[in-house]
C-alpha cells in the first residue's frame, strides 16, 4: 500500500465531486474533536504527516478555490496558471515541501480597502494560493481543537454558527433584562496580536513543532507594498489569511473564558458575552461599575489589545439603540394599550440600508448598457444575498425595510430605464419594479420574505 504523504493519487483530482476528499476530512475531524472534547489536557504531538496526506491537500485546494479570494499573491500565480501547469505535478511537489521540511511561505500582498469614513483604509494580506492552500491544511487540522473548547458565546468564523445566532442571542439576552450594554471596538486588533503570548494558547493543545514552526512563518512574513518594499511586522495576522480569523478567535478565547467563568468578576456582576470574531458586547443588569471598567482595561492592557474609547458606547437599551453587525436593536412601547410592556425591534440598520443602496446604484450604473435580463439576474443575487442575511425568522422586522427597498427601487429603475432611451422609458415608466417583477424575473422581495420566514417556522 502507497504511503498517502509521499504520493498524490490521481483519482482524488480527477472526481467530479469533493465528497470522497471532504467526508474523510470530516471523519479525522470529528475524531480528533472527540478526542479533544473528553480530554481538557490533550496535546496533538504529530499533526505534520496528516497535512502531508493526500486528501488533506486535494480538499485544502477545492475550499480555497471555491471559499476565498481569486486574486494571486506576490508570485502572481492564479488558480487558472496552476491548473495550466498541472495541479497532480503542484500539490505532489507542495507535498514533498511539506514532507521534507523545506516549504518556505511567501510574502503576503498588502491591499487598502477603502473604509466608509473618507481617507481611512483597512489592511488587507493576501497570500500567495500555495500558502493558501497550505494554510487551510493546517486549519483543518487545528480546528477541531480548539472547537472542543471555545465557548457558546463566540459566533464568529466558526463551523455551523454566525451573525444570525448572534444576533438572536443578543435579543434573548435583552429580553432576560440584560439591558445595560457595553458596546466595545478593538483598535486595529487583527493587527495587534502579540505573538508570544498567542503561541503560549497555542501550545496548549499542539505540541507538534513542524506545525507551529509553519505558524510562525505566516505570522512574521512581510507584508509587499504596492511600491514593492517589504515591510516587517512584529505582531498581528493579515486579514485575508485562510487561517487568520481561526487565530484571532483562539487569541480572544482566553477573553471568553475570563468573561463567563462563574467565579469571576463578570460572572458576579450577572454580565453576559457576545462576540463576533473582533467585535463584542457585554451585557447586564446594572450600571457597569468603575471596578468592572478598570478589569476590563486591565485585561485588555495585559493581552495587549487597545479599546477604541471614540468608538466603544456605554447604552441602556431603552434610550439609545445598540447597532452591532448590521443590525438595530431599539425598544418599542407596544401599540395596544392593555399592553404597556416595551419590546425589543431588532431590524438592518440605517447604515446597512444605504449601503445597499450605494450597491444598488454602482451595479445599475455600470450596466447602463447591458440588456435587461442579465440585469436583473445580477440585481436578484444582490438583493438575495441582501435578505438571506438581515431575514431571521422570529427576530428581526424586515417587512417596513423591504417597503423603503421596493421604493427606492422603482425610482433607480426608472433612471436607469430612462438612461437606455426614450422607448423604453415610456414603455415602463410608472412602476419599472412590480412590472419587472411580473414579466422580466426580478425578485418579489415580498413574496421571498414571506416564503423564508414560513420556511424557518416549520
Known amino acids: 500500500m502507497k504511503d498517502r504523504t509521499a504520493y498524490i493519487d490521481e483519482s482524488l483530482l480527477l472526481s467530479p465531486s469533493s ?32 497535512m502531508c496526506l493526500d486528501y488533506v491537500l ?29 495541479l497532480h505535478r503542484f500539490l505532489t511537489e507542495l507535498q514533498t515541501e511539506l514532507r521534507t521540511n523545506t516549504y518556505q511561505c511567501s510574502p503576503v ?41 471555545f465557548i457558546e458565546t463566540s459566533y464568529g468564523f466558526r463551523p455551523k454558527r454566525g451573525a444570525k445566532d448572534a444576533i438572536k442571542q443578543i435579543k434573548k439576552n435583552l429580553y432576560d433584562g440584560h439591558q445595560f450594554i457595553y458596546d466595545a471596538d478593538l483598535s486595529k486588533y487583527f493587527d495587534t496580536i502579540p505573538h508570544d503570548k498567542l503561541f503560549i494558547l497555542l501550545k496548549e493543545r499542539i505540541k507538534d513543532k513542524g506545525i507551529l514552526d509553519i505558524i510562525g512563518q505566516w505570522l512574521t512574513a512581510p507584508k509587499q507594498l504596492r511600491n514593492g518594499e517589504l515591510l516587517k511586522t512584529g505582531a498581528g495576522t493579515p486579514q485575508g489569511g485562510v487561517i487568520s480569523p481561526l487565530l484571532s478567535n483562539i487569541y480572544l478565547h482566553a477573553f471568553d473564558r475570563i468573561v ?41 492592557n495585559r493581552m495587549g489589545l487597545t479599546i477604541n ?3 466603544t458606547t456605554i447604552l441602556h437599551i431603552n434610550k439609545k439603540s445598540l447597532h452591532f453587525l448590521g443590525f438595530e436593536f431599539r425598544m418599542i412601547r407596544s401599540k395596544f394599550s392593555w399592553n404597556s410592556k416595551n419590546y425589543t425591534n431588532v431590524r438592518p440598520s440605517m447604515k446597512s440600508r444605504s449601503k445597499l443602496f450605494t450597491q444598488i446604484r454602482e451595479l445599475l450604473r455600470k450596466r447602463r448598457h447591458w440588456e435587461i435580463e442579465p440585469m436583473i439576474y445580477k440585481l436578484n443575487s444582490l438583493l438575495i444575498g441582501w435578505l438571506n442575511y438581515f431575514s431571521i ?66
Open 109 to 149: 500582498r498588502n491591499v487598502e480597502i477603502p473604509k466608509e469614513k473618507k481617507g481611512e483604509f483597512r489592511m488587507l494580506g493576501i497570500p500567495t494560493i500555495k500558502d493558501r492552500i497550505v494554510q487551510m491544511a493546517v486549519k483543518m487540522l487545528i480546528e477541531p481543537l480548539w472547537e472542543a473548547d
Open 393 to 458: 425568522s422570529k427576530v428581526t422586522h424586515i417587512w417596513e425595510t423591504i417597503k423603503v427597498i421596493i421604493k427606492h427601487l422603482d425610482y433607480k429603475l426608472f433612471k436607469w430605464l430612462k438612461s437606455k432611451g426614450r422607448k423604453a422609458h415610456k414603455v415602463l415608466r410608472q412602476h419599472p419594479y412590480s412590472t419587472f417583477v411580473k414579466s422580466k424575473g426580478l425578485l418579489d422581495l415580498e413574496k421571498y420574505a414571506r416564503l423564508k420566514t414560513l420556511a424557518k417556522a416549520q
Open 309 to 311: 474609547k471614540e468608538k
Open 19 to 50: 465528497a470522497m476528499t471532504d467526508e474523510r476530512v470530516r471523519v479525522f475531524q470529528r475524531k480528533l474533536y472527540i478526542r479533544a472534547k473528553q480530554d481538557k489536557d490533550f496535546k496533538a504531538y504529530s499533526l505534520k504527516d496528516k
Open 58 to 86: 486535494v480538499e485544502s485546494w477545492r475550499r480555497v478555490k471555491q471559499n476565498y479570494s481569486k486574486g494571486a499573491g506576490v508570485d502572481k500565480v492564479s488558480f487558472s496558471d496552476i491548473e495550466n501547469y498541472g
Open 260 to 300: 463567563t467563568n462563574p467565579k469571576g468578576k463578570f460572572a458576579k456582576a450577572n454580565i453576559r458575552i457576545v462576540r463576533y470574531a473582533d467585535d463584542f458586547v457585554l451585557m447586564g443588569n446594572y450600571y457597569y461599575s468603575k471596578e468592572i471598567l478598570s478589569y476590563l482595561n486591565s485585561l485588555m
